[in-house]
């Protein structure tokens, strides 16, 4: 069963921004870490970004330091990616995810998984 939704994904030319979200379907998050991972094809699922619970840290990975900003909402069940001065490197499909373990943490460290969202950008 999905239990987490993704939205936000599209095509975006080289310099543009996106913002995704991801909501939850069957049940709350509220106190879990969520985290951004990206698959680009024929390349394996790599961490993004992940933030705490409480919303008080974040993590992010090197590729995408100073131009992505993960966010929770309010509800703090939602969680947003906003992605600026996109490359045509960060095409990949987007998934977000949710987990009880220590921050950054491994994908197996996350049990709950969307189906992803598709990011295009045209160079």
């Known amino acids: 069963q999905v239990q987490l939704v993704e939205s936000g994904g599209g095509l975006v030319q080289a310099g543009g921004s996106l913002r995704l979200s991801c909501a939850p379907s069957?049940?709350?998050?509220?106190?879990?870490?969520m985290g951004w991972f990206r698959q680009a094809p024929g390349a394996e699922r790599e961490f993004v970004a992940a933030i705490s619970w409480r919303a008080d840290s974040t993590y992010y990975a090197d590729s995408v330091k100073d131009r992505f900003t993960i966010s929770r909402g309010n509800p703090m069940n939602v969680v947003y990616l906003q992605m600026n001065s996109l490359k045509p490197e960060d095409t990949a499909v987007y998934y977000c995810?949710?987990?009880?373990?220590?921050?950054?943490?491994?994908?197996?460290?996350?049990?709950?998984w969307g189906q992803g969202t598709q990011v295009t950008v045209s160079s």
């Open positions: 995810a949710a987990s009880l373990g220590l921050l950054p943490g491994t994908m197996a460290e996350y049990p709950y």
């Open positions: 069957q049940r709350t998050f509220t106190h879990y870490n």
